[in-house]
Every structure is written in C-alpha cells, then in structure tokens.
Antibody, heavy 122, light 107 residues
Framework: EVHLVESGGGLVQPGGSLRLSCAAS????????MDWVRQAPGKGLEWVSA????????YYADSVQGRFTMSRDNSKNTLFLEMNSLAAEDTAVYYC???????????????WGQGTLVTVSS | AIQMTQSPSSLSASVGDRVTITCRAS??????VSWYQHKPGKAPKVLIY???TLQSGVPSRFSGGGSGTDFSLTISSLQPEDYATYYC?????????FGQGTKVEIK
C-alpha cells in the first residue's frame, strides 16, 4: 500500500525558511515523478511544484519560483521542499503526491499524504 | 500560466440529483485534465484523469468529458458521500493549475 508522510511543518516568521519532507513507502519511489500541492486556509488547492523521477528536472508555480526548491533522495525514498523567504501567503497545508505521468501516458496525482501545516506569522 | 475557470463555485443539490461541474482552460490543453474530490481534513482523491478516464475504484456515477478548452465532471446520481469540493487540474503545461473549486452542498 502506498504511504506518504509529510513532516517539517510548523510556525515560522516572515522571511524565514523551512524544509518539508515527504517519506514514501509501498511503491518504487525512484520511478515516480512527485508533486507538492498546498491549500491555504479557506482557499482552494494550489499546485506548487513537481520533480521528475530522477530528480533532474523540477518545475514551480509562479508564486514560489525562485523561493522554493524541490529535491529528492531516491536512496532514502524521501522528497523535500526547501522554502525560503516565506510570507504570510505561504501559510497552508502542504501535501505531497505521486505523479503518474512518469509511469503512464495521461497523468494525475494519484496518492496523497495527509499534509503538513506551515504557518508564517510573527 | 494557463488559467482554469471552474464553475459554479458552489451548488446545492439533493441526493439523487445529476450534477455537472465545468472547467474552461485559457488555451487548448488537449485532454490533459484530471478531477479531484476533497473533503475537509482529508487528502484529495483523484476521480478522473485524461479528461474522461475513471480512476480505478471510483464509482461509475462519476464521469468526465471534454477536450481542447472545455471540460466537465458529472455525477449522475448524487450520493450523501459525494458532498465535497471538486477541482479540475490541467497538466498540459507547467506550471500546472487548478480550477478554483466547486463546493457541493446538501439542499
């Protein structure tokens, strides 16, 4: 069974940094692209970033480009999101999800973690 | 970035009703759309991918359609467990973008 567990969320001051992790199990992590999606309080889902199965390519939403960096360690089945220059607008629950695009033609975000809350406030 | 305009933003419907939600893309995105159901406090769940392919395990009352710029998600007979917020997602081009969401409420 696929299992994704996010961690690293918490309270951080504006301008600060935080590193989220997503521990994966139950599937061949190194063959899947992965994504981060967030939901701010009272708002809808927002796609944040994606990384290829090998980790060689990463893509970002305009709202986080230049501030967030997505990476992965396939030897440890772990995904990361390094977040810098955080602002109040980054307050959200952050989810990691498997991206079927690397194993199937039409893609979708099939399996999700339960999310980790990031609060940016002074 | 490609914009996904989803409508309506909310709707009230009764059990057994047929419900249709639409998404319009700001450019041609072929059939690169998936649909998600999201309930409070839970992880989102994929319902449809490739615009019209039903995800394994998802009830057949859910269906998706469309191509190019106009897409739809239909629930043929609304069930109590279907009350949730629904989102479309375009995966045609990075950055991917979600629609604003449609909250389906009990009438």
């Amino acid at each position: 069974e696929v299992h994704l567990v996010e961690s690293g969320g918490g309270l951080v001051q504006p301008g600060g940094s935080l590193r989220l992790s997503c521990a994966a199990s139950g599937f061949t992590f190194s063959t899947y692209a992965m994504d981060w999606v967030r939901q701010a309080p009272g708002k809808g889902l927002e796609w944040v970033s994606a990384i290829s199965a090998t980790g060689n390519s990463a893509y970002y939403a305009d709202s986080v480009q230049g501030r967030f960096t997505m990476s992965r360690d396939n030897s440890k089945n772990t995904l990361f999101l390094e977040m810098n220059s955080l602002a109040a607008e980054d307050t959200a629950v952050y989810y990691c999800a498997t991206d079927e695009g690397s194993v199937r033609g039409p893609t979708s975000l099939d399996c999700w973690g339960q999310g980790t809350l990031v609060t940016v406030s002074s | 970035a490609i914009q996904m305009t989803q409508s309506p933003s909310s709707l009230s419907a009764s059990v057994g009703d047929r419900v249709t939600i639409t998404c319009r893309a700001s450019q041609d995105i072929r059939n690169d759309v998936s649909w998600y159901q999201h309930k409070p406090g839970k992880a989102p769940k994929v319902l449809i991918y490739g615009a019209s392919t039903l995800q394994s395990g998802v009830p057949s009352r859910f269906s998706g359609g469309g191509s190019g710029t106009d897409f739809s998600l239909t629930i043929s007979s609304l069930q109590p467990e279907d009350y949730a917020t629904y989102y479309c997602l375009q995966d045609f081009k990075y950055p991917w973008t979600f629609g604003q969401g449609t909250k389906v409420e009990i009438k």
